[in-house]
């Protein structure tokens, strides 16, 4: 099992930036679909990006989309994600996630919940 670790989370006010990390750790980093998550209070876990073992491929939910960057560096075992442009509905505990397959086949499974790895999650709030 690879144990993830996310950090990077804060407060901000809205139109600011974060970088959240994920460092993974076990031999299997670079061979894995990786992915972020979101869950704001009340709410259920939603998918915000995932990404290729290779960085050839990335998926982002449309309520990111040209705000947020997912990308990955396999020599240092760590996802990012830079969010820009936050706004108050940002707000939510961020979960990176790991999948041992296809960034396709990982896509498929946030659709039945069938990703088993999670890390503990950081919160980011915004919020003037």
């Known amino acids: 099992q690879v144990e993830l670790v996310e950090s990077g989370g804060g407060y901000v006010q809205p139109g600011g930036s974060l970088v959240l990390s994920c460092i993974a750790s076990g031999r299997t980093f670079r061979d894995d679909a990786m992915g972020w998550f979101r869950q704001a209070p009340e709410k259920e876990r939603e998918f915000v990006a995932l990404?290729?073992?290779?960085?050839?491929?990335?998926f982002y939910a449309d309520s990111v989309k040209g705000r947020f960057t997912l990308s990955r560096d396999n020599d240092l075992n760590t996802l990012y994600l830079r969010m820009n442009s936050l706004a108050p509905e940002d707000t939510a505990v961020y979960y990176c996630a790991q999948y041992p397959g296809d960034v396709h086949a990982m896509l498929v499974a946030t659709a039945y919940d069938g990703i088993n790895n999670w890390g503990r999650g950081t919160l980011v709030t915004v919020s003037s």
């Open positions: 990404i290729s073992a290779d960085s050839e491929t990335t």
